[in-house]
């Protein structure tokens, strides 16, 4: 059962900038939020993770307040080839099963 | 550096029949994945694998579906007797580790798309 919730899709155009919520009203103490993005006929590849505040990275932002209940992943400037499904996990230190929950995620539409 | 490698990429066989996938992870990865992934849904953890130690497999259908990995090295998935449900792709994904933040990044296989009929 999916911990985390993210809208089921998104829609904006090329060259702006895409924020996608996710909410993890469990999150425990030593759960990272973690980041992926799948393409159609391709497994999913890591975008970000981040524990708390901001980080950043050369593809996206990561901002994840205080009390760590959601995070927001920022696209910046996105492009047609931005359009992928964007999946959002809680994943703890020990790597455990129920972290490993993908969900069904975002699916993100990028228009010219 | 190669990436994951998974063979087949495709696989049609009819009810009943076995079938079994191979993924081959990065060098030097001691965290093997099996995950199985729907259309239009995300991936499914079946198993994971800490070198050639098995953990996390209570979502493998046991009674149809083995997974081994020997040696800690190359993983294979197997399904004997196939049914029409699933019909789905097998991704096989591989990370350093799960213990540290970084370790714990995954990388995935393209999958196997597997057609029951």
């Known amino acids: 059962l999916a911990k985390t919730t993210q809208p089921i899709s998104m829609d904006s155009y090329e060259g702006q900038e895409v924020n996608i919520t996710c909410s993890h009203n469990n999150i425990a103490t030593n759960d990272y939020i973690t980041w992926y993005q799948q393409f159609p006929s391709q497994g999913p590849r890591f975008i970000i993770q981040g524990y708390k505040t901001k980080v950043t990275n050369e593809v996206a932002s990561l901002f994840i307040p205080a009390d760590r209940k959601s995070s927001t992943l920022s696209l910046p400037r996105v492009s047609l080839s931005d359009t992928a499904v964007y999946y959002c996990?809680?994943?703890?230190?020990?790597?455990?099963?129920?972290?490993?929950?993908f969900g069904k995620g975002t699916h993100l539409i990028i228009q010219p | 550096e190669a990436g994951v490698v998974q063979s087949p990429r495709y696989k049609i066989i009819e009810k009943k029949q076995p079938v079994a996938f191979w993924c081959n992870p990065i060098s030097g990865h001691n965290t093997l994945y099996w995950y199985l992934q729907n259309l239009g849904q995300g991936p499914e953890l079946l198993i994971r694998?800490?070198?050639?130690?098995?953990?996390?497999d209570s979502q493998l259908p046991k009674d149809r579906f083995s997974a081994e990995r020997l040696k800690g090295v190359d993983s294979t998935l197997k399904i004997q007797p196939a049914e029409l449900g699933d019909s789905a792709v097998y991704l096989c994904?591989?990370?350093?580790?799960?213990?540290?933040?970084?370790?714990?990044?995954?990388?995935f296989g393209p999958g196997t798309r597997l057609t029951v009929l």
């Open positions: 694998y800490e070198n050639e130690e098995a953990v996390d």
């Open positions: 996990l809680q994943i703890g230190s020990g790597g455990g099963a129920d972290g490993l929950t």
């Open positions: 994904a591989s990370s350093l580790g799960v213990r540290l933040a970084g370790d714990n990044e995954q990388f």
